[in-house]
């Protein structure tokens, strides 16, 4: 099993363009998770679905994030327009939907917008 | 709402010294709790879970930690670190009240330095 898989690695941007981080998660897994980590804040949630709905959007910061996922194996996280702010490491993760479920983490994207 | 919290946000400690790593937690509701590490510059990798039964759980690199309802705490530990346990460790915790969510909470995280 190749795990979560994210990409890309690193994103450097100019404040105003648009960024999509994308996000593969474990084949068989029902459950995707989006976190964002900075010094400042720590791991924070931002978004999670169930089945590809979304369930929980109350940790997107603005309306400038937005998450879809199409199909099952597919996730996007799209920040427009970026800000300085922004910069974090976004982390995707996977689970079975269930109570108690293991998340598994991807490798994680790191954003720098300048 | 439930909330974790970890005390100390940094321990050093010298090699093949004892190690616990505190992580209390505030919950209205029964609950999951989980230790993850992150090693610099990669995801969370799950350490340990606790779901039900024997209160001790043991995990992945010798590490284990208890579960105390009492103290509403759940402190890991490890009898003798290495160089290769330097990481950020993480507690989180979960609710089990039926809902069948695996949403985490999670705490600030402590940097666990190891000192030859």
């Known amino acids: 099993d190749a795990g979560v898989i994210q990409s890309p690695r690193h994103e450097v941007t100019e404040m105003g363009q648009e960024v999509t981080l994308r996000c593969k998660p474990i084949?068989?897994?029902?459950?995707l998770f989006w976190y964002r980590q900075t010094m400042m804040r720590g791991l924070e949630l931002l978004i999670y679905?169930?089945?590809?709905?979304?369930?929980?959007d109350s940790g997107m910061p603005e309306d400038r994030f937005s998450a879809k996922m199409p199909n099952a194996s597919f996730s996007t996280l799209k920040i427009q327009p970026s800000e300085p702010r922004d910069s974090a490491v976004y982390f995707c993760a996977s689970s079975f939907w269930s109570s108690g479920g293991e998340q598994y983490f991807g490798p994680g994207t790191r954003l720098t917008v300048t | 709402a439930q909330s974790v919290t970890q005390l100390d946000s940094q321990v050093p400690v010298f090699e093949e010294a004892p190690v616990e790593l505190r992580c209390n937690y505030s919950s209205s509701v029964s609950v999951y709790l989980f230790w993850y590490v992150q090693y610099p510059n990669q995801g969370l990798q799950l350490l340990l879970k606790?779901?039900?039964?024997?209160?001790l759980v043991k995990g992945i690199n010798g590490f284990e930690a208890e579960f105390n309802k009492s103290q509403t705490s759940f402190h890991l530990r490890k009898p003798s670190v290495h160089i290769s346990d330097t990481a950020e460790y993480f507690c989180?915790?979960?609710?089990?009240?039926?809902?069948?969510?695996?949403?985490?909470?999670f705490g600030t995280g402590t940097l666990l330095a190891v000192q030859p």
């Open positions: 606790y779901l039900s039964g024997s209160t």
């Open positions: 989180a915790v979960s609710d089990n009240y039926g809902g069948a969510t695996n949403k985490l909470i």
């Open positions: 084949s068989g897994h029902n459950s």
């Open positions: 679905f169930n089945n590809n709905v979304p369930i929980d």
